[in-house]
């Protein structure tokens, strides 16, 4: 499948077909089916956008490029219809600065020098919850954020208490069941927090080096999470 012109940093499969999207570091967003090892489409994105992120819904039926305006210095995701996505998106979501900061700002004891570190920090990674309703952003700080899928008015979820001082690159993703955020840390541990209200549920320990994979299975109660070394670990009922 040749096309790109630099490193590729994401792919997404449609669950529903044998097409899937990827995104490079070129800037460039190619939609590929399995049958051909050229590009079938390619999305036209603002030339100020980069480094694209793509990933489909559950159903496939939509899928969103996440990408950085360099001119309005802004992170947004923009949402496609996976049949009209030639017309273009049919809406950016993405939470406000103002959202944010009031979101940190019911956090206790937070300082304003760590507030302004993760409001500074890139967008690495996203993907939708299992239901289509909600989605999971990650950051390069300690910042996640969890937001409704097409109301941007609705404040987002905000956890800041996973360690990610160093700024590297940490796996988070749902749960199979959507009620939880699984995610790593600096301190090579797993952190299992609550969807809906960001609270932190639980601890892992095992891994040697920080997680920057993570992947539950769909249908049974597996989670499975990689740094140099890989574990699959059962979620207690």
Same mark, same amino acid.
């Given at each position: 499948f040749k096309g790109h012109t630099n490193k590729i940093n994401s792919l997404s499969i449609n669950p529903t077909d044998d097409? /899937?999207?990827?995104?490079?570091? &070129?800037?460039?967003?190619?939609?590929?089916?399995?049958?051909?090892?050229?590009?079938?489409?390619?999305?036209?994105?603002?030339?100020?956008?980069?480094?694209?992120?793509?990933?489909?819904? +559950?159903?496939?039926?939509? /899928?969103?490029?996440?990408?950085?305006?360099?001119?309005?210095?802004?992170?947004?995701i923009k949402l496609y219809?996976?049949?009209?996505?030639?017309?273009?998106? /049919?809406?950016d979501i993405?939470?406000?600065?103002?959202?944010?900061?009031?979101?940190?700002?019911?956090?206790?004891?937070?300082?304003?020098?760590? +507030?302004?570190?993760?409001?500074?920090?890139?967008?690495t990674t996203f993907e939708f919850s299992?239901?289509?309703?909600?989605?999971?952003?990650?950051?390069?700080? &300690?910042?996640?954020?969890?937001?409704? +899928?097409?109301n941007p008015d609705i404040e987002p979820v905000v956890i800041m208490s996973r360690k990610n001082e160093l700024g590297i690159t940490l796996?988070?993703? /749902?749960?199979a069941d959507g009620q939880s955020i699984i995610t790593g840390?600096?301190?090579?541990e797993l952190q299992v927090y609550d969807t809906l209200k960001g609270e932190l549920q639980t601890t892992l320990t095992g891994h040697v080096a920080p997680v920057g994979f993570i992947k539950c299975n769909p249908r049974y109660d597996v989670i499975a999470s990689g740094c140099v070394n890989t574990a699959l670990w059962i979620q207690s009922p």
């Open positions: 097409n /899937f999207l990827s995104s490079s570091i &070129d800037g460039k967003v190619f939609l590929w089916t399995l049958g051909c090892s050229t590009p079938i489409a390619q999305l036209i994105l603002p030339n100020t956008c980069e480094l694209p992120y793509v990933s489909f819904d +559950s159903s496939g039926l939509i /899928f969103g490029v996440l990408c950085f305006d360099t001119k309005l210095k802004l992170h947004s219809d996976s049949k009209n996505y030639s017309n273009g998106p /049919f809406q993405a939470p406000s600065l103002t959202q944010i900061e009031l979101a940190l700002s019911k956090i206790p004891d937070i300082t304003s020098q760590q +507030s302004q570190r993760v409001l500074q920090s890139s967008w299992p239901d289509g309703q909600k989605i999971l952003i990650n950051t390069s700080s &300690d910042l996640l954020l969890i937001i409704d +899928s097409f796996g988070a993703t /749902f749960s840390n600096e301190d090579n």
